[in-house]
């Protein structure tokens, strides 16, 4: 596995997005998934596009202390970077350009029913490819417990007080029934893969994954038995 810090620089305006990424394959033709590259690729053309490597670490742990190096809030404010927050996994401070774009961009904007509805067709039958499948599993992977529960939390937080679209709606048998036979022949998340930690975080994978660097076969354990 490599661990690099590499940066993507648009030729035809200067302008350039710093970031970390984690591969078997150097010549993967990855080049970034931010938001805001995304849309200049899409604008631009990703032939116009370059990625030159500017550091190599040697786990995920260093990745992170480099990206922060690399990608400060004097970067970000260059009017030429396409980043929104700084590096590491916990980046989360914004230039004062890119609150200002955001805040702008979304004061007075209401979301109608019918657009709110387009939005849900646009996502329905949605086919995820596995590339990106394994670019979020790899990122929820790597997160501590202590930053998943931030996540949970975080989601806690923004359903609570709502109410389900489901509530009130009582199931017939038949229904119950379907369910129940449904996921009795569905195999659990777990099915086929062996645990894996590396005294922080539990990951499972499959025989034909690769284990990443610093894990080893076994399960940290989730709190202290209480002994009888």
């Known amino acids: 596995m490599y661990y690099i810090i590499y940066k993507t620089t648009n030729v035809l305006t200067g302008e350039f997005y710093i970031g970390k990424h984690c591969t078997e394959n150097l010549n993967d033709g990855y080049i970034g998934t931010g938001m805001t590259i995304l849309k200049k690729i899409k604008q631009f053309g990703k032939q116009h596009f370059y990625r030159n490597i500017l550091e190599f670490c040697n786990s995920y742990d260093e990745l992170n202390e480099a990206e922060k190096r690399w990608l400060t809030e004097d970067v970000m404010n260059d009017p030429r970077c396409y980043n929104n927050q700084t590096g590491g996994d916990n980046g989360f401070i914004q230039s004062v350009d890119t609150k200002e774009k955001i805040s702008n961009s979304n004061k007075g904007k209401i979301v109608s029913d019918e657009t709110r509805k387009k939005q849900s067709e646009s996502l329905k039958g949605r086919i995820v490819s596995d590339e990106?499948?394994?670019?979020?599993?790899?990122?929820?992977?790597?997160?501590?417990?202590?930053?998943r529960q931030k996540h949970r939390e975080a989601i806690s937080r923004a359903l609570k007080g709502k109410t389900s679209n489901r509530k009130g709606i009582k199931?017939?048998?038949?229904?119950?029934?379907?369910?129940?036979?449904?996921?009795?022949?569905?195999?659990?998340?777990?099915?086929g893969k062996h645990f894996y930690t590396n005294g922080e975080v539990n990951i499972?994978?499959?025989?034909?994954?690769?284990?990443?660097?610093?894990?080893?076969?076994?399960?940290?354990?989730?709190?202290?038995?209480?002994?009888?």
């Open 171 to 191: 199931l017939t048998e038949e229904h119950k029934k379907h369910i129940s036979e449904s996921l009795r022949e569905k195999p659990t998340w777990n099915t």
């Open 132 to 147: 990106t499948k394994g670019k979020l599993r790899l990122a929820w992977l790597y997160k501590s417990d202590k930053e």
């Open 204 to 228: 499972a994978l499959r025989d034909d994954e690769i284990v990443p660097d610093g894990f080893y076969r076994g399960r940290k354990p989730y709190g202290k038995r209480k002994l009888k």
